[in-house]
């Protein structure tokens, strides 16, 4: 069963940090590209950050470059979102999403997490 279970989310005040997480099982995560997206009501799901396999190459939105880190950790297969300086504008579902190939392309969402930045 594939899998993607994220963690981290929660209440912060503008200008606070969270660090999000994504476990992820049942595929092959060390030949995954995984994501981290974010939806707020009424929008769609958009791209926050992205990372390679074997993390040497990442990309992210304009909106949080020099705030957020995506890194991951493949012996624990797992990826993480660092959070700094965290804007009102940052509040959102926050999902996992990981691709992967075999012979046909696969993708999987994770269920999200709610951040909140709020005074």
């Known amino acids: 069963q594939v899998l993607l279970v994220e963690s981290g989310g929660g209440l912060v005040q503008p200008g606070g940090s969270l660090r999000l997480s994504c476990a992820a099982s049942?595929?092959?995560?060390?030949?995954?590209?995984m994501s981290w997206y974010r939806q707020t009501l009424g929008n769609k799901r958009d791209l926050v950050a992205s990372?390679?396999?074997?993390?040497?190459?990442?990309d992210y939105a304009d909106s949080v470059k020099g705030r957020f880190t995506i890194s991951r950790d493949n012996a624990k297969e797992a990826v993480y979102l660092q959070m700094n300086n965290l804007k009102p504008e940052d509040s959102a579902v926050y999902y996992c999403?990981?691709?992967?190939?075999?012979?046909?392309?696969?993708?999987?969402w994770g269920q999200g997490t709610q951040v909140t930045v709020s005074s």
């Open positions: 999403k990981a691709n992967w190939w075999v012979g046909d392309p696969r993708q999987h």
């Open positions: 049942g595929f092959p995560f060390s030949r995954a590209i």
């Open positions: 990372i390679r396999i074997n993390g040497d190459t990442t």
